[in-house]
């Protein structure tokens, strides 16, 4: 049995050391073998993009023998060995405009010498394209430009570009302006190049940065490379087979029962209109090896940015799991002018769950682990609390085994502990602000036994709040100020149980209202359908 590395991005590494590698040389070869120059690629952190241009090397270095038994083997190719200039950003120091410029003086000179070529100028900007022009004329062969997370030196910078003015933004405009001066040269140069690859976490810096390269084509949303980042169903059951087995015994559980777990907890990335989903690989190698479930991808990088973001938009938390948006509006480019859902969508937070008439796109979290992981970010954020999890695991006991009594006291402990909440004025906003804050709890307890949807609609309305178990079907309605029978009477004034009763589980209606001064639930209603 192979084993599986998560930390080693390295091609010829990865295969000589007999790790398993997910064979995605079928997509490089549609690239290589293409017509066209420049290629774009953007997908969240920790997808393998860095793998994936790691193997682009080795390729364009000529090692065809590290390439056997995988599909592009077999190709009809010459397998040439090209000059290559790399460029990977997440090793490259880009603080500022000048630490950038010596950053990269650093690396072509380093590139130049390994060629032994010679450079006179000095500038970065000025020595990329001379690079290009002295490696094309000493081998007689077209150079290859791979550029790994182009937008680090902008998303490096973004902690502080809410503040109009910041220094930041600065920073940011800064970098941009002197990165499109370096990628300028690309296209005056074009017929020195033989490929183009960049990758990059967002497109916020692509108009900007790469608005000279109008043929640049963009591969995050073809639906011919759906699958080029991420795992399928077909390659776990492939390369991942033992690893299943092993795991599914140390948890009790069958296989086909594991599977579905892992499948709940890790899967579910959509990029494009193709209905194909992926696995974050990072999630499924780090899961696989340690053999127990966490939130790996996420706490590989925690979101800060973006929770200030979603306060800074006052963003009705309880939509993030169900947004129908336009699909334009997933390509925001501007860095200027940063908008919260383009922003989630291409940084993995969430992804397309259904698409409407090919245009509007549904949106929601990917899996369990980015749910509950953001989930538990924004309610620390907006509570200035921890909520400590084995009093998440009882509310979910007290829901699974229907002991209502001891939800309400469990429930009412929390709100009891969270003493540093700022409660909006307005009646309406404090009720959504509530509302919120039991989603956000909730949405912790939501596992393989126990769903929980927020803001469902109805013919008649919206439900708050919809918590399912195996057997149950509690429906929640949130007042604040007022009373817990006009919650409940609104649940049955809007027949919002009729649309469950198919589901033959128990319903039970449950009428909430909070006292914004006490801060608390005041008051609960509860009533069971026969």
């Known amino acids: 049995m192979k084993d599986i590395t998560v930390s080693k991005a390295n ?121 290009i022009e002295k490696l094309y004329n000493k081998f007689d062969q077209d150079v290859v430009i ?55 976490v967002s ?45 599914a015994e140390k948890n009790n559980l069958t296989i086909p029962e594991f599977r579905k777990k892992f499948k709940q907890m890790y899967n579910g990335f959509r990029f494009t209109e193709k209905d194909s989903r992926v696995y974050n690989p990072f999630s499924v190698g780090s899961a696989l090896k340690n053999t127990r479930f966490d939130n790996y991808w996420f706490k590989s990088g925690t979101p800060t940015f973006l929770i200030e973001l979603i306060k800074k938009e006052n963003f009705q938390i309880t939509n993030l799991n169900n947004l129908e948006v336009n699909k334009n509006k997933l390509d925001a480019t501007d860095i200027k002018k940063l908008k919260l859902i383009p922003l989630l969508f291409q940084t993995g937070y969430l992804t397309i769950k259904k698409i409407k008439n090919k245009e509007i796109y549904k949106l929601g979290y990917p899996n369990l682990e980015v749910e509950k992981s953001l989930t538990q970010n924004i309610l620390d954020e907006f509570t200035n609390e921890k909520i400590e999890l084995p009093l998440i695991y009882y509310i979910k006991k007290s829901l699974i085994n229907k002991n209502l009594e001891k939800f309400i006291e469990q429930m009412k402990s929390i709100f009891a502990g969270l003493v540093n909440i700022n409660i909006p004025k307005s009646l309406q906003d404090r009720e959504a602000y509530y509302n919120s804050l039991f989603y956000l709890i909730t949405t912790l307890l939501t596992d393989n036994n ?34 817990a029978e006009i919650a409940l009477q609104q649940i049955k004034d809007k027949n919002y149980a009729e649309r469950f009763k198919i589901k033959d589980k128990g319903i039970i209606l449950i009428g909430t209202n909070f006292d914004t001064e006490k801060r608390n639930i005041k008051d609960i209603k509860i009533e069971e359908i026969d």
Do not use: C
Not at 149 to 155: F, L, R, S, V
Not at 212 to 241: P, V
């Open 450 to 483: 126990l769903n929980v949807y927020s803001e469902v609609l109805t013919s008649e309305g919206r439900i708050d709040s919809i918590i399912e178990t195996d057997t149950n079907i509690y429906i929640i309605e949130f007042k604040a100020n007022q009373d």
């Open 146 to 200: 791979l550029i790994d997370e182009y937008d680090k030196p902008i998303i490096s910078n973004l902690k502080s570009t809410l503040e109009e003015n910041s220094a930041n933004l600065k920073t940011i405009d800064k970098n941009q302006d002197y990165l499109k001066m370096l990628y300028d040269y690309l296209k005056p140069l074009e017929g020195y190049l033989e490929k183009v690859f960049i990758t990059g």
């Open 11 to 131: 091609f010829e590494e990865i295969i000589k050391d007999d790790f398993i590698y997910v064979d995605k040389t079928e997509f490089l070869y549609k690239i290589i073998s293409s017509r066209e120059p420049y290629f774009f690629l953007s997908r969240p952190r920790r997808f393998g993009k860095t793998l994936f241009v790691d193997t682009l090397e080795k390729f364009y270095q000529g090692k065809k023998e590290l390439f056997e038994g995988l599909y592009i083997f077999n190709q009809d190719w010459n397998w040439e060995e090209h000059p290559i200039i790399r460029l990977d950003f997440n090793m490259i120091p880009s603080e500022n405009r000048e630490v950038l410029n010596k950053s990269l003086q650093k690396i072509f000179s380093k590139i130049a010498a390994r060629y032994n070529i010679d450079l006179i100028v000095e500038e970065a900007y000025y020595m990329f394209p001379e690079l």
């Open 203 to 247: 497109k916020f810096s692509k108009l900007s940065i790469f608005s000279t390269l109008n043929n640049l084509i963009e591969l995050d949303q073809n639906e011919e490379f759906a699958e080029i980042m991420g795992y399928t169903e077909k390659e776990l059951d492939e390369y991942f087979s033992p690893y299943f087995s092993k795991l």
